[in-house]
Structures are given as C-alpha cells and as structure tokens.
C-alpha cells in the first residue's frame, strides 16, 4: 500500500486506501462553460476566485485547474490562474494540462506539491511529461490510454499502467508519486463500461498498489438522474480501491456519498467525518 502526499503551502493532504478519500474539486474547467471559456479569454478571473471558494467550502480537497480552451495561451495562461487559486485558497492543486511546457510553467510558480493530471501510455506523453514531474518533485495521475486508444479491457488497461509505472519508476519518480487514473466511460454508450473501469481498479491495486483516481461523472453522461447514478458509482469504486475523486463537491449529495462510504468501509473512526457531515447537512438545511 502506497501514500501519496500533496502539498499547499501550509496544508499537507495524504492519499490512500486506509485513509477517508480524497475528493478533488472539477469546477475550475472551461470544458462544457462557455462563461468561464470567455472569462479566461478576457483574463477576468473573479470566476475562478468564486469557484475555488465554492468548492473548498463543500469539502473539496484538492482543486483541479485547467485552462484549456481555444484562444487561451495555456503556457501563459496556467501558472497565471495557479497562482490566483494558490492565493486565493489554500488546499493542494492538481494542475491539469497534456501540455508539458505549460505544466512546466505551472509547476515552476506552485509553492508546493501538485498533482499533476496527466501522463498516459502514449510514447509522446510519457517523453515529454515525465521528466517535468521528476523536475519539479509532483505526484502525477497516470490515464490508461495509449497510442492505440482506450481498451475496453482490464488487463490490456493494466499493462498501460504498467507501462507508466515503469517508465515512471526509471526516471526516478517513485511509485508512491503515481496515481492510476482508470477510466470512467459513458454507461449510456457501453453498458459494460462502469463493471470494465471497477475491475480495472481491483486488478491495479493487486499488481501495482497504487493510489487510484477517476472522474467519476463522466459514467453518468447523458442520463437523467446523474446524480444517482454517480453516487452509486462512487460507492462501487471507493469498494473497489478508489482513493480519490475528481468530482462536482457542490452537486447534491455527492459529499455525503463519499462521507457514508467511507464510513462503511471501515475509514473513518468514530464516525467523525460523517457525523461533521451530517451536522454540515442539517444545518444547511435549516
């Protein structure tokens, strides 16, 4: 079992399986926000400040940043936006680019330890981004992709993972630095997608140990009630050896279903976090 450590400049959030999950706040991306696409363009970033806010208030933490969106120079234009989230809030950052001389950027001005998101199996990626991770210390995700695509089989996905944790291991990145990111699919495109990404999960953590992230709403896409079908992906995966996950922590009820997972899963002693939670909730509610 592996724990991974980030960093803020005065916080210190450790990732693993015997630990509460870690919930990383998706807000801070222009995908899909045609308000916050225009908002970087213009440089006017009271968005990011409101939702960096937002998001640590409902229990994020860490928060993702990325930039990217057409127009944006994302060399430019992510370190400027770490920096303001850094100074604005203070939990760890992923700080999510393919770019690497963007992440460089990023990473250069960070006071800390980022996540960054992400390497994947593709030959470019892993030339390229790798060595900025070692440069600069992070912790990075590891997305089981590779230059032919995403498999739609576990073990093939494994030996992505396999394959980013031994390059990664030979630049020096130790594995407790690398979080497999093991793909959460569109059920409403492949009804087989949620059971293919839970068994990925099972199989990476019995050969390789190490943390695992997902994105979990992406399951949900073009459903009604996502919500429910998100949070019950959540529980499935955190059974499964999740250890962190990029999510909405302001969507209804999200927080609570990681809170009760935990709690059933034996990662929460006393019942303290979930007891905060349900004060938290019930307050809200009054």
Not at 17 to 23: F, N, S
Not at 85 to 105: G, M, Q, R
Not at 142 to 151: E, H, K, Q, S, V
Not at 225 to 231: A, E, G, L, M, V
Request: with cysteine; aromatic share 4%; hydrophobic share 40%.
């Amino acid at each position: 079992m592996f724990h991974t450590e980030v960093r803020s400049k005065n916080i210190t959030v450790t990732i693993g399986r015997d630990l509460p999950a870690v919930i990383i706040g998706e807000r801070i991306n222009p995908t899909g926000k045609k308000k916050f696409g225009q908002a970087l363009l213009a440089k006017d970033y009271d968005y990011v400040r409101r939702e960096a806010i937002a998001q640590v208030e409902q229990g994020a933490d860490l928060l993702d940043v990325n930039v990217g969106v057409a127009g944006v120079d994302e060399v430019a234009t992510l370190p400027e936006v770490v920096k303001i989230v850094a100074e604005t809030v203070d939990v760890p950052l992923c700080i999510d680019s393919a770019n690497p001389v963007a992440l460089a950027a990023a990473l250069k001005v960070y006071d800390g330890k980022a996540l960054v998101n992400s390497v994947t199996g593709e030959e470019k990626s892993l030339e390229h981004v790798l060595p900025v991770i070692k440069e600069y210390g992070a912790a990075v995700v590891g997305l089981l992709m590779d230059d032919t695509g995403i498999p739609n089989d576990p073990e093939k996905r494994l030996a992505i993972a396999k394959k980013i944790v031994e390059r990664a291991e030979k630049q020096g990145i130790d594995r407790s630095n690398i979080i497999i990111d093991c793909l959460t699919m569109t059920v409403s495109s492949d009804h087989n997608a949620a059971t293919i990404t839970l068994k990925t999960i099972e199989r990476v953590v019995e050969e390789l140990g190490t943390n695992i992230i997902l994105g979990i709403s992406n399951v949900s896409f073009g459903l009604p009630d996502r919500n429910s079908i998100t949070k019950t992906m959540i529980a499935m995966a955190l059974k499964a050896g999740l250890t962190c996950i990029i999510m909405d922590p302001t969507a209804e009820g999200m927080r609570r279903t990681v809170k009760t997972s935990d709690l059933l899963l034996g990662r929460d002693e006393w019942s303290l976090n979930y007891l905060a939670e349900y004060r938290q909730f019930s307050e809200a509610q009054n």
